[in-house]
């Protein structure tokens, strides 16, 4: 028989207000068990932990259940007071009577009743608690980052600088992601490639880091310290050792109009490329839905002019397997598509353009060599309209754009209209906000010099239609302060587009088993306390795949993501969970169901040797549960027939037993 | 806001399915009405002064026929607030108000046309009688 300690905490107010916690105590110290019962205003502080440590000596308890708020918050703080007073942690039970009971109950009686209640569950299951020892699992000292836009090179610099091995996925043929489309950066409007480009150097020469780009992560399994990860790279038929990046195929390249994704279509790129002049790592990729010598062996002519003989058409896809103790998401976001905005005629005409596609009009290495023209004709726009908020903040009934604020549009829009005031003084900006939002360290200094120093226009109101009309775009819009209904001749519209994550981060989400909101933005594991860990163990978040951010804030976030990354891979062995499910070799039938629906595949079958009531030896196949791998996300106890399969901690006969005391 | 000010406002939030609260003051319904420089009080308002109980000033108002009913805001909200049916739902609470019709029943000789049905002549005249 235990002898069981009950240790009701008030919480301050926050359960003795809608809980009597004398009434609790006292009604739980006739429990089956139970030997000693007291409740306090603060169990979680040093002085109510000393009143549980005391009791356990004092009373020689072997389990001890505390009523306090939900163990996700304090399971880990009770089961160290246990521990520390000598008691195997795993004999600790919380009883939730704060999230689960006084939180949502609003009157005395109703709350206590069901404190007694919750109370009388987790004694009914310690009754039946058997002391665990977690396992240990070593950790290999390698970090995996995928993307590498300024958050993943961020997060790979500070974790090689701390002296582990980093490897780098990216999608594309060359790291820098969006930032290195941008052209000056808010508020310093420092250029963007003159802050980049450097770390992308610092990346290639870091001999910590590897970079594995135009590859993909194709699988991931294993867990924390301990994954797995197939990684495929795409065959770009260039030998990476050879390539010297001198770029003279991708000027005789005689496939000319392919779509440059870099200045996002707005001009032509070869069939083989290097994606922009600083690159890295700097070698040339062949696009196979272009290149003619791939689709009709005909061609050849970059393979003759290569001098390092570098062109290689028979490359094929390449499986890397690779051991990482931590993975960090650094998937990054995308402009959302203008599909869906017809009033805005972006589809109907060239002179609507996405503000990304203004960074790259005004870009020196842009289409226009940085000359602000219109892409229609080439000439230089007198007036132009900017529209904030186009898909941002729209509700879910509205079918069309995303909830949140895309957060960083209210800037880049008072930079595009700063910039051009400053270069060309000679046109008019107009700026169409809802609301102007400019929290960040001198950001809103930043949007009041667009107003006053550069005279740019600021109208509170939507634009309701954009119609093209001979070469003019006439803007219809709202001027909600002078209550008028404008009508402005535009050369240039130039809409905010909202931001959304790749859609590579939700099939990356299945395969890291992270979990995403609505929006596809990973879920941090507490949005406030741990903003940068997924809630799956040794997954970690940076950048804007976690929400919308600025690049300020993404590196701050890069560099919290690293130093979790590092505080991990320091450790030498991980303290498992022992809580993970066992098998009754005796009653397994060898049905192979628990096998089936492991998510971890921590479930193999062995045969085993067992002696006969006749004195005959006969040999079973009997499932087997790797501890290091199990979860104990008690899957397979639910499908094993026979009951073989138990979790420890959740045992099958403690749960009915939990049960039973709530039902009697 | 008196009490059938308030009974008022409610049967209008009722009766059109439209939650003023959700409006976040863009102002793309005006950007995008076309019947904008013929209306006194434009859609923004209208959603405002429901959400504010000051609908007496939009009964009054020649802005509710106006409206062409042509759905542009309701298409274009970003808030899915469709302003258009607010319009519609104090346009019939005008209609249905007795003794408060636009036109007397003697005014309808005068914009007889031959064109027109005989079967809306007759309707007209029932209804501007009441």
Known sequence: ?664 | MNNSTENLQKEIIRSSGVNPKKCMRCGKCSATCPAYDEMEYHPHQFVYMVENGDIQPLLESKSLFQCLTCFACIERCPRGVEPAKLVEAVRLAVIRKQGANHLKADDIPALLDEDMPQQAIVSALRKYSK
């Open chain 1, 1 to 664: 028989m235990q002898r069981i300690g009950v240790f009701v905490c008030w919480c301050g107010s926050n359960i003795a207000g809608t809980v009597d916690v004398q009434a609790v105590s006292d009604a739980l110290q006739n429990e089956p068990g139970v030997v000693f019962s007291t409740n306090y205003q603060y169990m979680c502080s040093q002085a109510g932990q000393d009143i549980i440590k005391n009791a356990i000596a004092e009373h020689k308890l072997t389990g001890i259940v505390v009523c306090s708020c939900s163990p996700r918050m304090h399971e880990a703080t009770f089961r160290k007071t246990a521990a520390a007073a000598g008691l195997n942690p795993y004999m600790v039970e919380i009883a939730n009577i704060r999230e689960q009971c006084s939180w949502v109950h609003k009157d005395m009686p109703t709350g206590t009743e069901k404190a007694i209640i919750l109370g009388k569950a987790a004694v009914a299951k310690v009754n039946l608690n058997a002391p665990l020892k977690p396992g240990e699992s070593p950790v290999t000292k390698r970090a995996l980052v995928i993307g590498g836009g300024i958050a993943g090179i961020q997060t790979a610099l500070d974790i090689a600088e701390a002296g582990f091995p980093v490897d780098i996925v990216e999608k594309k043929p060359t790291i820098g992601g969006k930032m290195a489309q941008l052209d000056k950066t808010f508020p310093t409007l420092d250029c963007a490639a003159c802050i980049l480009t450097p770390k992308m150097v610092d990346v290639a020469q870091n001999e910590n880091i590897r970079i594995f780009s135009y590859s993909e992560v194709e699988e991931v399994g294993g867990f924390v310290g301990n994954f797995d990860v197939k990684i495929r790279k795409k065959a770009r038929f260039v030998n990476e050792d050879i390539c010297t990046g001198c770029g003279i195929c991708t000027e005789k390249c005689p496939q000319k109009k392919v779509p440059n994704e870099f200045n996002l279509g707005m001009d032509n790129r070869r069939a083989i490329y290097i994606p922009f002049a600083q690159a890295v790592p700097k070698v040339a990729t062949i696009d196979a839905d272009y290149c003619t010598m791939l689709k009709t062996g005909k061609c050849g002519v970059c393979s003759k002019v290569c001098t390092a003989g570098a062109i290689d058409y028979t490359q094929k896809d390449e499986i890397i397997e690779e051991k990482y103790g931590a993975i960090v998401a650094a998937t990054g976001f995308n402009p959302i598509s203008m599909d869906k905005f017809d009033e805005y005629a972006y589809n109907q005409s060239k002179d609507v353009i996405t503000s990304l596609e203004f960074e790259r009009l005004t870009n020196a290495a842009g289409p226009s060599a940085g000359k602000l023209v219109r892409p229609s004709d080439g000439k230089h726009p007198h007036t132009i309209v900017f529209v904030q908020c186009v898909g941002s903040r729209c509700a879910a009934c509205a079918e069309k754009g995303k909830e949140y604020c895309s957060k960083i549009c209210c800037m880049y829009t008072a930079k595009h209209a700063m910039l051009t005031r400053d270069k060309y003084p000679d046109t008019d900006v107009y700026v169409f906000y809802i609301d102007v939002r400019t929290p960040g360290k001198a950001f809103d200094e930043f949007y009041r010099r667009a107003v006053e120093e550069y005279g740019v226009h600021y109208i509170k109101g939507m634009v309701g239609k954009v119609s093209p009309e001979g070469d003019k775009l006439m803007v219809q819009a709202s001027d909600l302060l002078a209550n008028k209904q404008l009508h402005i001749e535009a050369d240039l519209v130039v809409l905010a587009a909202a931001i959304e994550p790749d859609k590579s981060a939700r099939p990356l989400a299945t395969q890291l088993t992270a979990s995403m909101d609505t929006n596809d933005f990973f879920t941090e594991a507490h949005p406030k306390l741990r903003p940068v860990e997924s809630p799956t163990a040794g997954v970690f978040l940076s950048g804007t795949c976690q929400g919308p951010k600025d690049i300020p804030e993404t590196v701050s976030q890069a560099s919290a993501a690293a130093a979790k990354v590092i505080g991990l891979l320091a450790k030498d062995k991980l303290t498992g969970n022992p809580c993970v499910a066992a098998s009754d070799e005796l009653m397994c039938n060898v049905c192979s169901s628990c096998e089936r629906v492991c998510p971890y595949g921590a479930i193999t079958y062995v045969d085993k040797e067992f002696r006969m009531p006749d004195r005959t030896t006969r040999v079973r196949r009997v499932a087997s549960v790797n501890e290091a791998v199990c979860q104990g996300c008690g899957a397979c106890t639910v499908a094993c027939p026979s009951g073989a399969m138990d979790l420890k901690g959740f045992a099958t006969k403690q749960i009915i037993a939990e049960v039973d005391a709530i039902c009697r």
